[in-house]
Every structure is written in structure tokens, then in C-alpha cells.
């Protein structure tokens, strides 16, 4: 069946580190790929997405590149910062649903 | 402030009990989704709607049921509660642009969720 797997958390980082979220999916077809990012006591909202092999997207300093033949989507940040502690979610979409990772935690300290 | 409006925020109640947790979604949007986010569970869908009608079914148990309102708000009615559904509910709405799957994009606008707590 289609899925998605993070890697667990927390990813507790110092500020300006380097972030990596691995995210590897299973699906038929070809799926759009998405990160989504839920703040502290807030809905989800989409931080970026890519819709086919090789695409990358990017936001806010974050990106991730559809890699096809490692079906992988993994998230990536050069300089983290306290604000983007957050819970952050892998997402594929199939036939028309939109199927979330676990999701993985990421705090970020001074 | 994503546009979705969901309520209650907060909701206690006991065993057994029936509740309905209600979405407005972004002006425009005509689909609705509803999740179910806990913690051994993750973020699960149970259902979508689009323009009124049933589109798609997730892990939905049997007594929960939903509905879409010709004005397009949703509500998500739990009944018979048990305390294992204690978790947060979102509701999410979305445009899509025409008919099938072609025309999801996948870009959802989630509600701040309504946290429920069963005793």
C-alpha cells in the first residue's frame, strides 16, 4: 500500500546547525511529495512540496528533492533557528489522498 | 490564520457519550477533510467531502459519522465515546480545481483543531 516514514524523533539541534528529516515513501504511481510543519499549538500548514522526479522545493530556507529512485523526500535546512521548532510531516499524494508520516519533532536550542 | 475555523478548541466529556465537532472551511474551498491526530496514532485521515457529497474514506470507525451543509461547513459527529478516542481533531479544506483526482493539488489549509478528551 501507499505510505510514508520518517525518521523518529526529537532531532534536538543548536541554532545555525545543519537539519536533515529523512523521509522515504511507498507508493503506486507517481505521487506529489510535501513537507508539511505544525508550530506549537497550531494547525498544520505546508512548508513545500514537489510533484514529480528531480523537483525540488524549497521555502523559508528548507528544500527537498524528489528522488525517484531512492523514494525518498528528505527535508533539509543550512542554518536552523529556534523558530522552527516544530513538528514537521512527510506527505504523499495519491489518487487523490493526501497520506502524512508519523512526523518528526525538531527543537531547536540557543 | 489559515481561513478554517473549527470549534469547540477544547471539548471534555465522558464515556459513552455523543459529540459534534464542527469545520468552516477557507471561503471558496469546496472539500473538507477531517483527521484524527493522537499520539500512538500519528495524523490519520477519516474522511473527505467535496461539494456535499462523500468523497473519500479513511480509518473512520464506525461510530463516527460526518456531513458537508449546503454552505459547506462540515461537522463530525463521535458518538458511544470511548476513552481511546481522546485525541485532536482537524479539519482541513482545500479548492480542488475539476473533477477526479487530476484536480487535487494536495495543498490543504488546516483549522487549529479541536482537542477532545474522553473520561
Known amino acids: 500500500g501507499n505510505s510514508v516514514t520518517q525518521m523518529e524523533g526529537p532531532v534536538t539541534l543548536s541554532e545555525e546547525a545543519f537539519l536533515t528529516i529523512n523521509c522515504t515513501y511507498t507508493a503506486t504511481g507517481y505521487p506529489s511529495l510535501f513537507w508539511y510543519v505544525q508550530y506549537p499549538g497550531e494547525g498544520l500548514q505546508l512548508l513545500l512540496k514537489a510533484t514529480k522526479a528531480d523537483d525540488k522545493g524549497s521555502n523559508k530556507g528548507f528544500e527537498a528533492t524528489y528522488r525517484k529512485e531512492t523514494t525518498s523526500f528528505h527535508l533539509e535546512k543550512g542554518s536552523v533557528q529556534v523558530s522552527d521548532s516544530a513538528v514537521y510531516f512527510c506527505?504523499?499524494?495519491?489518487?487523490?489522498?493526501?497520506?502524512f508520516g508519523q512526523g518528526t519533532t525538531l527543537q531547536v536550542k540557543p | 490564520d489559515s481561513g478554517v475555523t473549527q470549534t469547540p478548541k477544547h471539548l471534555i466529556t465522558a464515556t459513552g457519550q455523543r459529540v459534534t465537532l464542527r469545520c468552516s472551511p477557507r471561503?471558496?474551498?469546496?472539500?473538507v477533510y477531517w483527521y484524527q491526530q493522537s499520539l500512538d496514532q500519528g495524523l490519520q485521515f477519516l474522511i473527505q467531502?467535496?461539494?456535499?457529497?462523500?468523497?473519500a474514506k479513511g480509518n473512520i470507525l464506525e461510530r463516527f459519522s460526518a456531513q458537508q451543509f449546503p454552505d459547506l461547513h462540515s461537522e463530525l459527529n463521535l458518538s458511544s465515546l470511548e476513552l481511546g478516542d481522546s485525541a485532536l481533531y482537524f479539519c482541513a479544506s482545500s479548492v480542488v480545481a475539476s473533477g477526479g483526482y487530476a484536480g487535487y493539488t494536495g495543498e490543504l489549509f488546516f483549522g487549529e483543531g479541536s482537542r477532545l478528551t474522553v473520561l
Open positions: 471561503s471558496g474551498d469546496l472539500s
Open positions: 506527505a504523499l499524494l495519491v489518487t487523490g489522498k493526501l497520506i
Open positions: 467531502y467535496y461539494n456535499g457529497e462523500e468523497r
